[in-house]
């Protein structure tokens, strides 16, 4: 599998909610374990009857309903494992979604959830600098209290400091944010290699 391959694993993901009510696959690396949580590696059903055709995938559950081609009916597939591994990515990108989702969605100051935005811990007026090591999801009231003061001028303390996060822990956090839909296929390959409780 080339490198142009690898990377369509990792971007054709479905992540418009409307677009989940149409059969997507769960695609699971060669290991079993999905190839991102953070969105949930998804494939529209077209993708994965491509990949299938092409002889990428393994079908391991399928929805009972059916598509037609002019010689043959195919269940659409509900999870799919690649044949080849697919060598996870060593850094996480630092995007607007990525951020909130190390943040837990909620305020780094207050602890709120809901209309959040982002805040540089030390202004950008004061030298800082867009990074992981420098930005926090905040709350529009924490953001304005904090407005373009040092933090510890601004009576605002951060829950836990601002630092780039590993792929393992985006993916220990992305586990606890599922997409509104969940298929039941899904869910033995979602959560079978979570730590058990005692």
């Known amino acids: 599998m080339d490198h142009g391959d690898r990377t369509e694993f990792r971007t054709q993901f479905v992540r418009e909610p409307s677009a989940l009510r149409h059969y ?7 290991d079993f374990r999905p190839l991102s949580y953070y969105p949930l590696s998804l494939w529209p059903w077209q993708e994965a009857i491509k990949a299938v055709c092409l002889d990428r995938v393994i079908i391991l559950a399928e929805y009972d309903e059916v598509v037609r081609s002019q ?16 060598r996870p ?21 207050c602890g709120s959830k809901g209309d ?11 030298g800082g600098i867009t990074s992981w090591e420098n930005v926090v999801a905040a709350c529009a009231p924490c953001n304005l209290r904090k407005a373009n003061k040092p ?35 899904w869910m033995d390959f979602l959560y079978w290699d979570a730590e058990l409780e005692a």
């Open 24 to 30: 997507p696959a769960l695609v699971l690396n060669a």
């Open 89 to 109: 990515q060593k850094r996480v990108a630092f995007t607007r979604f990525n951020l909130f989702l190390r943040d837990e969605f909620c305020c780094q100051y």
């Open 151 to 185: 933090l510890k001028d601004s009576g605002l303390h951060l829950r836990k400091p601002a630092r780039q996060p590993s792929p393992e822990e985006m993916h220990a956090v992305g586990r606890r944010f599922p997409p509104g839909h969940l298929h039941e296929s």
């Open 71 to 86: 010689r043959e009916a195919i269940r659409i597939p509900s999870v799919v494992v690649l044949k080849e591994f697919v």
């Open 116 to 126: 959040l935005t982002f805040d540089h811990v030390v202004p950008r007026s004061r």
